[in-house]
């Protein structure tokens, strides 16, 4: 199917320079010169390599035919995350290197979107936002308004990321599991 390249997000597959590829990021840029282009990150689903791309607005992109399908998590052994069908009760194991750093986000009962391409599995997709518990950060400096004043945090499930000043160790937040960035505090 072919889409513009203005429509390409992340957790797309494409196909491009005879491979497919996972969309990583994008940015779409408007210079002050000249055309706008959308610049991708990809990541090759066969070879697990990357590449940066920039596509411009008028181009048309060929996006790859995949299959989804809904599953609950279960559980991690080693380097496997283990997934059940809901409606077939059929189990799957997916290496946590197709999930990626995101895999580090699973929690029993997650219920994720798992692509598939030929019957293989591509790509694992999260809900859009998670809850976390912040298990670790540093103290905020008093009057550090001038800078953006994020400070970093560890979460209970081990990822790294930048959290404002106001949250302390504990906490609930929701964070995006596209970007690994801080959405907001729970209360």
Known sequence: MKITANEIKPGMIIEHKNDYW????????????GGAFNQVELKSVVKGTKL????????TIEKAEV??????FLYKDGNSC???DNNTYEQIEIPTTIAGEQHKLL??????????????????????NIECIVKSTDAAIKNQTASSSYKPAILDCGIKINIPPFVESGEKIIIDTR????VR???
Do not use: A
């Open 22 to 33: 996972n969309v990583l990021k994008t940015q779409h840029v408007k210079p002050g010169k």
């Open 52 to 59: 940066n791309e920039r596509f411009r607005s008028s181009e």
């Open 67 to 72: 299959e989804e399908k809904k599953f609950n």
């Open 82 to 84: 283990h997934f059940m």
């Open 107 to 128: 929690k029993e009962n997650l219920e994720v979107i798992i692509s598939f391409m030929e019957e293989k599995p591509i790509s694992v997709e999260l809900p859009n």
């Open 179 to 182: 970007t690994l960035e801080y």
């Open 185 to 187: 505090r729970v209360s």
